[in-house]
């Protein structure tokens, strides 16, 4: 897995572009000796429209021995059949081209480890059936084209470690996840996907999932199982709630902004500095200096009544008109965390961040001081 995967699971806009800084000067295909260097063969960058099969092998003596094909950057809208040739190819790239088709010759690259398909115009009959076939693939980016479906090929590739499928129109996800066992990183956001299934529990060797930009309300209680987790994105969904199970995945990132989970209740969360008003009404309250009307005038009997107490059990302040707003997400009938609104006399009362998941377990004993256990189990949580 690519080792800078735990950082870059943020916005999905910009996620699989990799190679769109380049200069294209150059007019259709001007081959030279240096296109082919050790077991490469570099057309990247040439504006070509049509690669030509016969100047192709012309200028490639022996294709066996070739492992790298890079074809990216260009306006090609399909491959020639003799691609089959190159059958020691164990890396193609083909990302940032207007590319249409794949040819079925492609499936008989048997030892093909990496395929790279990124921002072209393939749809949900672009890819041949055939493409089943690349048993050996560990890497398809099909990010950024015109796909309707999760490619039912790809669940016949045992042996995929990461699969990009980032700013589609992908709706629907069939419930058959259980076949991808090692897929380490599954890249989804920026579709159109409004449920998960319950499959999705058995890729337990899953550590990076980015479901961003989607309309998702919920996620199946499965995803408890997925125990090598590490980064979460779900920003930019319909969120309202998350599964209880959510609590036991030993997450680093979960990323949440952007829903209704967090909108509704962030958005206003800012800490007041109390008045010298509120501040010597405290002061009274706390060490319960005796007041009445022969000392003070009603009007402040009447606001030194009006204290509200500090929701924290350890904490014996009071708060008048500022106070500490503070998440706290309690189990709903054992089916979700709802997010509960607290109000803390400061943010001294919490030594956690804003965000806590609380588990209704710890009801009976101080429920409402702060979770140091959840706190250190999410340890990057972007809320906005």
């Known amino acids: 897995m690519a080792a800078a995967a735990l950082t870059t699971a943020e916005d999905y806009e910009g996620d699989y572009d990799l190679d769109d800084d380049f200069d294209d000067d150059e007019d259709d295909c001007n081959f030279s000796s240096e296109t082919v260097l050790g077991d490469t063969v570099d057309y990247s960058h040439r504006n070509i429209s049509i690669l030509d099969p016969n100047e192709l092998l012309t200028l490639v003596k022996n294709p066996n021995r070739i492992k790298n094909f890079q074809l990216n950057s260009n306006q090609l809208l399909t491959l020639p059949s003799q691609i089959e040739q190159f059958q020691s190819l164990v890396t193609m790239e083909l990302s940032n081209n207007q590319l249409v088709q794949l040819p079925a010759e492609l499936s008989l690259l048997k030892n093909l480890k990496n395929l790279y398909l990124k921002n072209n115009s393939l749809d949900d009959f672009s890819l041949p059936k055939e493409l089943e076939l690349l048993k050996q693939l560990e890497v398809i980016n099909l990010g950024g084209n015109r796909l309707k479906q999760f490619p039912y090929q790809l669940f016949q590739m045992i042996n995929l470690k990461e699969v990009y499928l980032g700013s589609n129109q992908i709706a629907f996800l069939p419930d058959l996840f259980q076949t991808l066992i090692k897929v380490e990183v599954l890249y989804m956001g920026g579709n159109q996907i409004g449920n998960v299934?319950?499959?999705?529990?058995?890729?337990?060797?899953?550590?990076?999932?980015?479901?961003?930009?989607?309309?998702?309300?919920?996620?199946?209680?499965?995803?408890?199982?997925?125990?090598?987790?590490?980064?979460?994105?779900?920003?930019?969904?319909?969120?309202?709630?998350?599964?209880?199970?959510?609590?036991?995945?030993?997450?680093?990132?979960?990323?949440?902004?952007?829903?209704?989970?967090?909108?509704?209740?962030?958005?206003?969360?800012?800490?007041?500095?109390?008045?010298?008003?509120?501040?010597?009404?405290?002061?009274?309250?706390?060490?319960?200096?005796?007041?009445?009307?022969?000392?003070?005038?009603?009007?402040?009997?009447?606001?030194?009544?009006?204290?509200?107490?500090?929701?924290?059990?350890?904490?014996?302040?009071?708060?008048?008109?500022?106070?500490?707003?503070?998440?706290?997400?309690?189990?709903?009938?054992?089916k979700f965390y709802l997010p509960l609104l607290q109000f803390l006399c400061s943010p001294a009362c919490t030594s956690t961040p804003t965000f806590q998941m609380t588990s209704s377990d710890s009801d009976d004993n101080s429920d409402d001081v702060p979770n140091k256990d959840m706190s250190s189990k999410f340890k990057k949580v972007l809320l906005g």
């Open 197 to 334: 299934p319950d499959s999705i529990g058995y890729m337990r060797s899953l550590v990076v999932l980015n479901l961003s930009g989607n309309r998702l309300r919920t996620l199946p209680r499965s995803i408890s199982r997925l125990g090598r987790l590490k980064s979460l994105s779900l920003h930019n969904n319909q969120f309202s709630a998350l599964p209880p199970d959510i609590i036991r995945l030993d997450l680093q990132e979960l990323s949440l902004r952007n829903n209704p989970l967090v909108v509704r209740f962030v958005r206003d969360l800012t800490y007041d500095v109390p008045t010298l008003k509120e501040l010597a009404g405290r002061t009274i309250k706390l060490h319960k200096i005796c007041y009445d009307d022969q000392s003070i005038p009603r009007s402040l009997i009447e606001y030194l009544n009006a204290a509200k107490s500090c929701l924290n059990p350890k904490c014996k302040g009071v708060y008048f008109e500022s106070c500490h707003k503070n998440i706290k997400f309690v189990d709903f009938c054992g």
